[in-house]
């Protein structure tokens, strides 16, 4: 099992660039979880998904759009692209709310 | 508003030793506290989840605490090694919504 697989690992856009990161787990969760990590801002959530055909707003959605296309995969979509939005994104995701989460390795975003 | 407070420094240790991490809340009433492990360039990794009903969970050299009334975990590595060199994370549950609330995370770095 993969686990969570996280793509691109890495990703330099200009402002005002659109993009769409991709999330997929391989171990038939319900829950999904979109976080950025900041420097001396630990992590923060952007989105969730309960379950397939849900998802609500974290922490920090704004500039930010999600997809879950099926129990498997769930998308973080940036529209336009702004300096702000330079972070490390993790996805993660869980079998109910309550349980632990897996988390990805990782997409290094800058924004320039 | 609601905080999570982990110590900022860094925790050196020496090898052999217990370190011991605290997380402090408030404004928050989880019903359930979990505990993360993240590597330099890499996703957080699960240790432990306490339920707001018990006081202390161990696995294998690790041990957490959860005071609800002093709103605080404490969570001690036994018998430290370098691996265990690492940022550790806390985290709680939102009651009542999807949501984990982290904290900053915690260094510790163990000296042979």
């Known amino acids: 099992n993969a686990g969570v697989t996280q793509t691109p690992k890495f990703q330099v856009l200009k402002t005002g660039q659109s993009m769409t990161l991709q999330c997929a787990q391989d171990?038939?969760?319900?829950?999904m979880y979109w976080y950025r990590q900041d420097p001396g801002m630990g992590l923060r959530l952007i989105y969730y998904?309960?379950?397939?055909?849900?998802?609500d707003k974290g922490e920090v959605p704004n500039g930010y759009n999600v997809s879950r296309l099926n129990k498997r995969e769930f998308s973080l979509r940036l529209e336009s692209a702004a300096p702000s939005q330079t972070s490390v994104y993790f996805c993660?995701?869980?079998?109910?709310?309550?349980?632990?989460?897996?988390f990805g390795p990782g997409t290094r975003l800058t924004v320039l | 508003s609601q905080k999570i407070e982990q110590n900022s420094e860094a925790l050196n240790i020496q090898e052999g030793k217990t370190a011991t991490l605290t997380c402090n809340y408030t404004?928050?009433?989880?019903?359930?506290l979990q505990w993360y492990r993240q590597d330099p360039g890499r996703g957080p990794v699960f240790l432990l989840l306490?339920?707001?009903?018990?006081k202390e969970k161990r696995k294998e050299r690790l041990k957490v605490t959860f005071d609800t009334t002093l709103k605080q975990s404490l969570f001690h590595i036994t018998a430290s090694q370098p691996a265990d060199s690492a940022t550790y994370l806390c985290?709680?549950?939102?009651?009542?919504?999807?949501?984990?609330?982290f904290g900053k995370g915690n260094q510790v770095v163990v000296i042979p």
């Open positions: 998904s309960a379950s397939e055909g849900t998802t």
């Open positions: 993660a995701s869980s079998e109910a709310r309550r349980n632990e989460q897996f």
């Open positions: 171990m038939n969760h319900n829950s």
């Open positions: 306490i339920r707001e009903n018990e």
């Open positions: 985290a709680l549950d939102m009651r009542g919504n999807n949501r984990l609330a």
């Open positions: 404004n928050y009433s989880p019903a359930y």
